[in-house]
């Protein structure tokens, strides 16, 4: 198609030659200036339809004449979006004069060439950067064809409200700080807290097509329950999409698992993405539903969102880094939480375990001398035997010391005490055969991995309704499970890490009718790394745990 314009003014030397970047001069005639179209040439100096377009209703004095053909002409060159769902990515088809003018722009958000065909060239693009770049087409462009509306913001049709809940300022506070955030960020706040009830504010908030990941299948059911309990969105809205329930709704719930296998199918469908116990989500694997996810809106939830290996950083990219947080501290000074106490409580290994643990040290200091764990871990990684043989004793040293017959003993000790209170109360341990032992020992409840859901459940309901218990429980109560309110924890065994630490003090502090504070014991073994690791985390107070990271 071959468009003509003319220019009846005078131009000036730089307005001529910023003409001849978009066209050809054909010469004088009836007093006007003469030219030709040259898409092909604007391109290649830098030019797209909405700087042609401009040009032209600037200078051509017959712009209304050729308006519609210049529009028809500049709609030949528009992108076209697509979805590839077998690869979880947008495809780009674009004129090949488009591609090498756009190049260098596409590659700053890590664009792939995808081949060619004709006269067109396919570029892919990560699903959590096509806003941007389809912002930027849209800004260079007349027209961007997304005949899939993967751009279209998907509401939910219907008015969303909450009920039978009234958000706390600091709720209210964390969503307006999400709100300012541009709909995006990740919200730290203790267990117990009520993060989802924020989220479920988000949901309300935006009235948009939800996809919320949950830790477990548990979770998924909880969330489920939450939004049918706390809005007036009706049962039909709200799918769950794991296992064999497999039902797309407006929100639909699923697991990081699920979410990892069917984030293809699952992205073009939602415009806000809510991801609980965000934690998680730096694992490779899990990082995946991020990167491929569509939704400009995104949430992420978690107690203890700092990881020791920081990893955490890669979060921000992903979901507009931390925009609240407060410490559990903060939160029982307010009201919100139980006021707690932490006691260390110290034992020793016996003789016979006392020598087999500097045994073990003494060959583990014979293999990797000074080095630091973290240069053990990566020569092991590497391949090195004797950084391989090292952690082999690392392992079981810390499983020596977590089984410790003093830790155990201590453990009946302090349960059978408070329970005698009247207290509830619950055991954390790393190991299952340590805490099928606990258990038998109190005639207590029981959790783990390993246990059957609908002896779960009956646990879990004795459990909540009984006025005094003991519940002993391996990592599966770490996260992924709501266990009802108790007021006093026995760590017996667990990674020495602080998150799990907060994690297992967070199961303890949902405020009392009574006001009665809750009390975490930490049992430690004397003169062994635990003790380090207890002296570490009292030179930092709790609620330094987030400060020093996030400020």
Same mark, same amino acid.
């Given at each position: ?29 009836n ?44 709609n ?29 722009q ?6 792939r ?13 990560m ?10 087409? %849209?800004?260079?462009?007349i ?30 506070e964390a ?5 300012e955030?541009?709909y995006?960020?990740i ?22 097509? &939800? ?19 706390y ?14 329930? %497999? ?48 939704? &400009? ?56 375990e ?36 090292a952690?082999?004793i690392?392992g ?67 459990? %909540? ?87």
């Amino acid at each position: 198609m071959t468009i003509l314009f003319r220019v009846r003014r005078w131009l000036e030397e730089d307005e001529f030659k910023e003409l001849l970047n978009i066209a050809d001069y054909l010469g004088y005639e009836n007093n006007e200036k003469v030219f030709r179209l040259n898409i092909d040439k604007a391109y290649r100096n830098g030019y797209f339809p909405a700087d042609v377009k401009s040009l032209l209703s600037k200078y051509a004095s017959n712009y209304n004449e050729i308006v519609k053909s210049l529009e028809k002409l500049l709609n030949t060159y528009k992108p076209v979006f697509e979805w590839v769902q077998s690869k979880g990515v947008i495809r780009v088809a674009l004129l090949k004069q488009v591609y090498w003018a756009i190049k260098e722009q596409l590659k700053r958000y890590n664009a792939r060439y995808g081949g060619s065909l004709d006269d067109r060239v396919f570029v892919e693009i990560m699903p959590y950067q096509a806003f941007e770049i389809y912002r930027i087409f %849209k800004e260079l462009f007349i027209e961007v064809e997304d005949p899939e509306n993967l751009f279209s913001e998907k509401s939910l049709m219907f008015k969303p409200e909450l009920k039978d809940v009234e958000l706390r300022p600091y709720q209210v506070e964390a969503l307006k700080n999400w709100v300012e955030n541009g709909y995006r960020g990740i919200i730290a706040l203790p267990t117990g807290s009520g993060k989802s009830i924020i989220a479920i504010a988000g949901i309300v908030k935006t009235a948009v097509r &939800t996809l919320i990941i949950a830790y477990t299948k548990e979770h998924v059911l909880q969330w489920r329950n939450f939004i049918l309990k706390y809005t007036n969105i009706p049962p039909h809205m709200v799918g769950v999409f794991y296992s064999e329930e %497999k039902r797309l709704a407006p929100i639909t719930i699923t697991t990081y698992q699920s979410g990892f296998r069917n984030i293809g199918l699952l992205s073009p469908y939602f415009t806000m993405l809510i991801v609980d116990e965000v934690h998680h989500l730096p694992a490779e694997k899990f990082r995946y539903i991020a990167l491929h996810s569509l939704a &400009t809106y995104r949430m992420g939830l978690s107690a203890t969102p700092i990881r020791e290996d920081g990893k955490h950083e890669e979060l921000f990219p992903l979901l507009g880094g931390i925009v609240y947080y407060k410490s559990p501290s903060e939160l029982a000074e307010m009201g919100y939480l139980a006021p707690y106490r932490v006691v260390t409580v110290k034992v020793k290994l016996t003789p016979q375990e006392e020598k087999v643990y500097r045994e073990l040290r003494r060959k583990y200091k014979e293999l990797v001398g000074d080095k630091k764990f973290e240069e053990v871990l990566e020569l092991a990684r590497r391949g090195d035997p004797r950084a391989i043989e090292a952690l082999k004793i690392h392992g079981e040293m810390r499983a020596l010391l977590a089984r410790s017959t003093s830790k155990i003993e201590k453990a009946v000790e302090l349960a059978k005490s408070e329970f005698e209170k009247g207290g509830k109360v619950i055991i954390f341990t790393q190991y299952v055969d340590q805490a099928v032992e606990l258990a038998k020992r109190l005639g207590a409840l029981l959790l783990t991995g390993e246990t059957p859901d609908d002896v779960r459940r009956r646990a879990l309901d004795e459990f %909540k309704s009984s006025k005094r218990g003991i519940l002993v429980v391996t990592t599966v109560g770490d996260e992924g499970i709501d266990i009802p309110d108790a007021n006093v924890g026995i760590i017996v065994s667990g990674t020495g890490s602080r998150r799990q630490f907060i994690q297992r003090l967070g199961r303890l502090l949902r405020p009392k009718p009574d006001r009665s504070e809750a009390v975490l014991y930490e049992i430690i073994l004397e003169k062994t790394v635990e003790e380090y690791q207890a002296a570490k985390r009292k030179r930092v107070e709790l609620e330094e745990f987030f400060k020093e990271d996030l400020e």
